[in-house]
């Protein structure tokens, strides 16, 4: 049994002295457009092994030659516009603690939001 580590035991369903606070590895990617079956516009990335401070400008860029994307920074907010086919926009913000993506379909009224925290100024 998996849970037989836990010092509460799992009998009642309760692990929760397996979860909490501790430093291991993070990779997150978002994709930014499909011009075409098969291949991907670009992607904002980033990946690390230690804690590190979540700013927009911790997020890589990395497209292909061909594709239709920018990138701009205002004060601390960064956006990123793909115009390629089924593209869309990421709105990287500054929060406490942290960043606040919007993700939107350009041609579709669809919007996605989710935040990334700090643990006390630390991604853990």
């Known amino acids: 049994d998996g849970c037989d580590d836990c ?3 799992c009998a009642d369903g309760n692990c929760d002295d397996l979860e909490g606070d501790s430093i291991g590895s ?3 990617r978002i994709p930014l457009g499909m011009p075409r079956d098969g291949q991907v516009s670009g992607f904002l990335w980033f990946r690390s092994d230690e804690p590190l401070t979540i700013t927009p400008s911790v ?9 239709s994307i920018s ?5 601390t907010v960064r956006t990123i516009i793909c115009n390629d086919a ?4 990421a709105v990287i913000e500054s929060i406490v603690n942290g960043v606040r993506i919007s993700y939107l379909r350009i041609l579709l ?5 989710n935040s ?9």
């Open 7 to 9: 010092s509460s035991g």
């Open 109 to 113: 009224p669809t919007k996605w939001l």
């Open 59 to 67: 997020f890589n860029l990395l497209k292909r030659d061909d594709a």
């Open 71 to 75: 990138d701009t920074t205002v004060g």
């Open 86 to 89: 089924r593209g869309r926009t």
């Open 26 to 28: 993070l990779a997150f």
């Open 116 to 124: 990334i925290a700090n643990m006390g100024l630390l991604l853990m």
